[in-house]
């Protein structure tokens, strides 16, 4: 079985530029029930029209209903099962027992996935899950290769799915309650504020303070740094497992085709694991870590800042190209003379050029564009596709 890439997808826009730079699966919230209520989701409407995109290109769709239900919650969840069911989720990712229950009950033939908010450290634990009648288990960040193995071994028929990549929390598996104990925002209801990611002052009481060394804007003592497992996909499928997941359903698009376009590369053997490591770097993100995959690891604290700005600038997506002109529309403003580089699935990736003409729709040269959303035409000699996006050096 060929290893899923999974990629996040925070609205229907992210669903289809996942998809464009080479991922194989998405997970996605709707309205309700999902971890992520900051992010945009999906209305009813929408979860039909990603789906039937997906299908339609033989890849899949995962919805996420993994919070932790209060009583009131269930009024409404069968109703929301029977509608993921009638239009053929692909899954349905769970971390509540109750939940688990009613989705059962209600819609037979989805398929259920256990969340890694479900906490799964052991493979009691997974073999529990796999008899109550789930398909895939989404095993907790907290497991090395050799323990991800052996719960393989005990459950081999078990789909594993495991992070590769993205925004660590600080809780055990996510389960928080600094972001509700700070702010009244419930992490375990969807709402999470991400209190960790903030720098922090220490005013000393008594004689017994913790020392904490600080900067100008504070110390970000609780700040997780982030998943990088490109180096290790081969070790990680070694072990049984099947999806490679990345985290980041409220990351910009920008993020998002980066980091799935360098993944999807280095699982195909057309990008080294170390080029792959530096293509990371092209987006903004915290400093890297491996987290306890390979085994007990002290390090995986972003101390010094929440997070770096990437080595690119995300500059224009492509809109359309023929005759060695594109026509791009502009989210970040560059100007003649700018080096720009290409992401893309094809054959362009990684191509440079230099912005030699600028020209708006009018027909008018232009020295700068610094309108949001304008749409340009640029000589290009390389050939460009609609979804490449541009990105300045």
Same mark, same amino acid.
């Given at each position: 079985m060929k290893v899923e890439l999974l990629a996040p997808a925070g609205n229907l826009s992210k669903l289809k530029k996942?998809?464009?730079? %080479? *991922?194989?699966? &998405?997970?996605?919230?709707?309205?309700?029930?999902?971890?992520?209520t900051s992010a945009d989701n999906f209305t009813h409407e929408e979860l039909l029209e990603g789906i039937q995109y997906a299908h339609k290109l033989g890849k899949k769709v995962y919805v996420t209903v993994n919070i932790f239900a209060h009583n009131e919650a269930f009024a409404a969840l069968p109703e929301y099962f029977q509608y993921l069911q009638e239009i053929k989720a692909d899954g349905a990712i769970i971390a509540d027992a109750g939940v688990f229950a009613v989705?059962?009950?209600?819609?037979?033939?989805?398929?259920?996935?256990?969340?890694?908010?479900?906490?799964?450290?052991?493979?009691?634990?997974?073999?529990?899950?796999?008899?109550? %009648? *789930?398909?895939? &288990?989404v095993l907790a960040r907290e497991l090395s290769l050799k323990e991800i193995e052996e719960i393989h071994k005990h459950c081999p028929k078990l789909e594993i799915e495991a992070f590769v990549h993205g925004a660590m929390c600080i809780a055990y598996s996510g389960r928080c309650l600094l972001s509700n104990y700070l702010t009244g925002r419930d992490a375990n209801g969807g709402s999470c504020a991400q209190s960790c990611r903030r720098s922090y002052t220490v005013t000393p009481q008594g004689e017994e303070a913790m020392p904490i060394e600080e900067d100008e804007k504070g110390t970000y003592i609780f700040n997780s740094k982030d998943l990088n497992m490109i180096e290790h996909l081969e070790a990680m499928e070694k072990v049984g497992v099947s999806s490679f997941k990345i985290e980041g359903r409220m990351k910009s698009e920008y993020y998002l085709a980066t980091v799935v376009n360098a993944y999807?590369?280095?699982?195909?053997?057309?990008?080294?694991?170390?080029?792959?490591?530096?293509?990371l770097q092209k987006a903004a993100h915290r400093d890297f870590t491996t987290a306890y995959t390979l085994g007990k690891n002290d390090d995986t604290v972003n101390y010094n800042d929440t997070q770096k700005l990437g080595t690119r600038q995300f500059i224009a997506n492509v809109l359309d190209y023929s005759?060695?002109?594109?026509?791009?529309?502009?989210?970040?403003?560059f100007q003649k003379g700018d080096i720009v580089e290409i992401l893309s699935p094809y054959d362009s990736f990684n191509k440079k050029f230099t912005i030699e003409n600028i020209i708006d729709e009018k027909g008018n040269s232009l020295e700068l564009v610094n309108k949001v959303q304008q749409k340009v035409y640029l000589a290009c000699p390389h050939t460009l596709h609609t979804g490449d996006i541009l990105r300045r050096i």
């Open positions: 996942a998809f464009y730079f %080479g *991922a194989d699966a &998405v997970y996605l919230g709707g309205k309700n029930f999902s971890l992520r989705a059962k009950e209600h819609a037979p033939n989805l398929e259920l996935h256990i969340s890694t908010q479900a906490n799964i450290t052991n493979k009691y634990n997974a073999e529990f899950w796999q008899n109550a %009648g *789930a398909t895939r &288990v999807r590369r280095v699982l195909d053997g057309n990008l080294t694991a170390q080029d792959g490591v530096i293509e005759d060695g002109k594109a026509l791009i529309e502009m989210r970040n403003r």
